[in-house]
């Protein structure tokens, strides 16, 4: 499993994690393959030139674009140049919101989340999207204050924390009002380029639990094998079967917290590999737990929350 190699921006906030990363420039973090998590994230572009890719769209990043994922749908940008990439990101779990925002009597600030489909809001670096990474630069330094007050006391400071909660719920204020605005709603212009790399990637999402062949993909497609090839890893930064395999681990991290007791034989087979060693040894590989370890944390945690 990637680790971040930074200075820790996050801290535990009602047994649940909040988690912010401010400016980060080049490769002060990794940039991670095609990924799923389970809680929201607030993603700013502050400069370079970046695709990024949202299951099968595919949107070229303008300096002050914000988007919002539902974490679930596989996600991954693709900078053209790592050392001029910029971005601030905000990951927060919703869980411990619902209760708050009914206390203070606010709508349901994660509708932009979940009903807008993983959606992009153009800024331009208006006083809105100034607004939503001043408050992500806020919560990561309170983080990080949080994180100091834990390692020299060894409690974690409620007033922190409640700073921590307060600036959120300015955040996904601000957000909530601008999702409003249909103006801010990207309308996509994708390139020819781009047009074959999301028909490859559409293509990809219905077929990767069969056994995928290029050359099958290239027939349905009317592409010429290396053509397509070629140009999804031209836009999308990863081979075809590198986004193969990211559908077939989405969908195995869903059926092991989904389908608990179904057997890891029927989990492999149902996302697509050939193999349960070979679905053991690429689980392992990516996720840095057995399936069996996974499965299991994620039924603790459940019953945690439920306590």
């Not at 400016?23 to 809680?39: A, D, W």
């Amino acid at each position: 499993m990637d680790e971040w190699k930074t200075p820790l921006y996050q801290a535990k906030v009602m047994d649940e994690w909040i988690t912010a990363f401010y400016r980060v420039q080049g490769t002060e973090l990794p940039i991670v393959n095609f990924h799923s998590h389970h809680e929201y994230e607030i993603y700013f572009f502050g400069g370079g030139e970046c695709k990024y890719l949202i299951n099968n769209r595919i949107y070229d990043l303008q300096p002050g674009d914000i988007i919002l994922l539902d974490g679930l749908t596989l996600h991954k940008p693709n900078p053209r140049y790592i050392s001029t990439y910029t971005r601030s990101m905000l990951h927060f779990s919703p869980s411990w919101l619902q209760e708050l925002l009914s206390v203070l009597g606010l709508p349901n600030l994660l509708d932009p989340f979940q009903n807008l489909n993983n959606c992009l809001l153009r800024t331009g670096n208006d006083e809105s999207g100034q607004f939503v990474e001043g408050r992500i630069e806020r919560i990561a330094n309170l983080l990080v204050q949080m994180d100091e007050e834990m390692q020299r006391t060894g409690q974690k400071s409620e007033l922190l924390e409640a700073e921590v909660k307060m600036e959120l719920v300015q955040l996904l204020l601000g957000i909530y009002k601008m999702a409003q605005k249909e103006f801010t709603h990207v309308k996509k212009k994708v390139t020819g380029k781009e047009q074959h790399a999301e028909a490859i990637s559409t293509w990809i999402d219905a077929h990767y639990t069969e056994k995928v062949s290029l050359d099958q993909m290239a027939a349905d497609l009317n592409l010429s094998k290396y053509y397509a090839s070629h140009i999804f890893k031209e836009v999308t930064g990863f081979t075809v079967m590198e986004y193969v395999m990211g559908c077939r681990l989405n969908q195995v991290k869903y059926l092991l917290e989904m389908e608990p007791d179904q057997s890891l034989t029927d989990v492999s087979r149902a996302a697509g590999f050939e193999s349960v060693s070979h679905f053991s040894r690429y689980f392992k590989d990516k996720m840095g737990i057995t399936p069996s370890r996974y499965r299991e944390n994620k039924r603790i945690h459940r019953r945690d929350s439920q306590q």
